[in-house]
């Protein structure tokens, strides 16, 4: 009898070893899968240091990581680099891609087919040369004129040499036959500066300027009007991935495929970073006051 309980308590104790065993291989498998889902939810946005798309790649990251439980790292280059990235697969998408115009010629046109187009996440954009109302000049034609010429030095404070407004802006120069003017590369940060402090003193100044920017709700400016059409008509900003994404990071391509909001969606996060808050700070809070416009961005996800 002794003998028969202990053959039955050894195969007691074997069967609870091998589903213990089982359980522990199921586990571990399951945590395998966990960690690789996780490793692979790595993404690379590239971006350009303008306000608004400081704005609204901050805002995409935080949903990312947030809500889709991603790792991002931000690309900060020029516009060139930007399309260049996201066609050869160095970067992984963008939502930076201002077309027709600023961006359109020179940059998407050349690396169209190598990259994937999700369509329009903002409407409403311009471009242009941008003086404080306080001026008393209406065009472009208008800096022709010698007295509006000195009172700036013949100077168009400029941004960043490879972004698509200055080359619309050197072509400007040209058409609207500015010889003596000299178009100044600087950067967004330096040539918003310069335009605060003149401001301030009620100076002469005129810029390269476009809109959302959060600098046209704190000053009072205007665009010179553009007879010519040098700067096109009102754009769009586009959402460009690279091909292949929808395969690899479905769940990523979906959310940058629904991605949309307003020139004032991009405007309030751009007036929260210039007033001192962090890009990260300014990401969460537009992201916590506007629940029901991100739960349509991730829906279906």
Not at 13 to 22: D, K, N, Q, R, S
Request: net charge negative; aromatic share 8%; with cysteine.
């Amino acid at each position: 009898m002794k003998k028969k309980m202990s053959i039955l308590l050894m195969a007691f104790m074997a069967i609870t070893l091998v589903l213990a065993g089982c359980s522990s291989n199921k586990n571990n498998a399951g945590n395998g899968e966990t960690s690789t889902a996780n490793k692979n939810k790595k993404i690379t946005l590239a971006y350009v240091a303008w306000d608004s798309e400081i704005a609204s790649t901050n805002v995409v990251k935080e949903v990312l990581e947030s809500k889709l439980d991603y790792k991002v790292e931000m690309l900060q280059v020029d516009a060139g680099p930007m399309y260049v990235g996201v066609a050869d697969g160095s970067a992984d998408a963008m939502v930076s891609a201002w077309l027709p115009s600023t961006h359109g010629e020179n940059y998407y046109e050349p690396n169209k087919d190598k990259l994937e187009d999700l369509g329009v996440n903002l409407k409403g954009t311009k471009l242009g040369l941008v003086v404080p109302t306080y001026m008393d000049i209406k065009s472009i034609e208008d800096l022709k004129k010698e007295e509006v010429g000195k009172l700036v030095d013949y100077t168009i404070t400029g941004i960043e040499p490879g972004a698509g407004l200055m080359t619309q802006t050197e072509k400007a120069v040209k058409e609207y036959d500015l010889k003596k003017w000299n178009l100044l590369e600087s950067s967004s940060a330096a040539m918003v500066k310069v335009l605060q402090d003149a401001y301030a003193k009620k100076e002469p100044i005129v810029i390269t300027g476009w809109t959302p920017h959060w600098m046209f709700a704190d000053l009072e400016l205007k665009y010179l009007e553009d007879p010519k059409k040098v700067y096109g008509e009102s754009e769009e900003i586009h959402t460009l991935v690279r091909l292949g994404l929808k395969e690899d990071q479905p769940t990523a391509y979906r959310l940058l495929d629904q991605f949309e909001w307003t020139p004032a969606d991009m405007e309030s996060v751009m007036v929260d970073i210039s007033g001192g808050m962090s890009e990260q700070e300014a990401a969460k809070k537009w992201i916590e006051t506007n629940e029901a416009k991100v739960n349509e961005w991730i829906a279906g996800i």
